[in-house]
């Protein structure tokens, strides 16, 4: 299987595909929020590896396509929002304070808890970006000094924790407004997260596909400040 899978360009696309399937369809039959398709996609595909001996390296370099799949995806999300135009200008001021409420709240988090559990600092910047997408907060943790490989990880559990429990949340904090659900989603959990708000609405998904780019850039700025402040 290890020979297999170094010589095939495809076959790491092929394990990747099919978890998610299965992830998908105990999702469907269960119910249950635990059983996040991406979450378990990532169960069954470290599960696979450490059973046939198959090394990280041999897997990334047949599933590389995914990757290059990550840019257009991202962008796409730009149609719901343009769909949503006449909602964002209404709730232009709204909108802005939510984002930075999010990004203050992120970045104030990760501030607190590394003073509480006593990180170094080289560990506090390599969290600071957890709440954006993968391609700016690599590039955010490495520019500070952190371990981008850490980050990386870290994003993507955010992203899978906020897809888990967003509904849940907005439901006992009675978030009613589709503005203000969509923005703390794409602000807390960047774009798993915003699968999650397009599955809930529409104009959800939209405010969360803003909420990522917005929340991104000034998370850009606010990480380098932060960084100053342990």
Do not use: W
Request: glycine letters at 10%; one cysteine or more.
């Amino acid at each position: 299987m290890r020979q297999i899978i170094a010589g095939s360009a495809t076959a790491g696309v092929v394990i990747s595909l099919c978890a998610y399937y299965a992830g998908m369809i105990l999702k469907k039959k269960t119910g249950l929020a635990l059983f996040n398709p991406l979450l378990l996609s990532v169960v069954f595909v470290i599960a696979f590896l450490s059973l046939f001996q198959i090394d990280y390296d041999s897997y990334l370099n047949s599933a590389e396509y995914l990757s290059y799949l990550l840019t257009p995806a991202t962008v796409s999300l730009a149609i719901p929002l343009y769909k949503q135009l006449e909602t964002l200008k209404k709730n232009v001021a709204a909108i802005a304070a939510g984002i930075g409420a999010g990004v203050l709240t992120s970045l104030s988090s990760v501030l607190l808890m590394s003073r509480a559990f006593r990180l170094s600092h080289e560990e506090y910047v390599t969290l600071l970006p957890k709440s954006i997408t993968t391609a700016i907060g690599m590039g955010v943790s490495e520019e500070l000094g952190g371990c981008v490989t850490i980050t990386v990880a870290v994003i993507i559990v955010t992203g899978i924790l906020g897809n888990m429990t967003a509904e849940f949340l907005c439901r006992i904090c009675r978030l009613r407004s589709v503005v203000s659900r969509g923005l703390a989603i794409g602000a807390a959990s960047h774009a798993i997260g915003t699968a999650k708000a397009m599955e809930m609405g529409e104009e959800e998904g939209a405010m969360s596909s803003l909420a990522i780019v917005m929340s991104g850039l000034c998370t850009v700025i606010g990480a380098t400040v932060f960084a100053g402040f342990y």
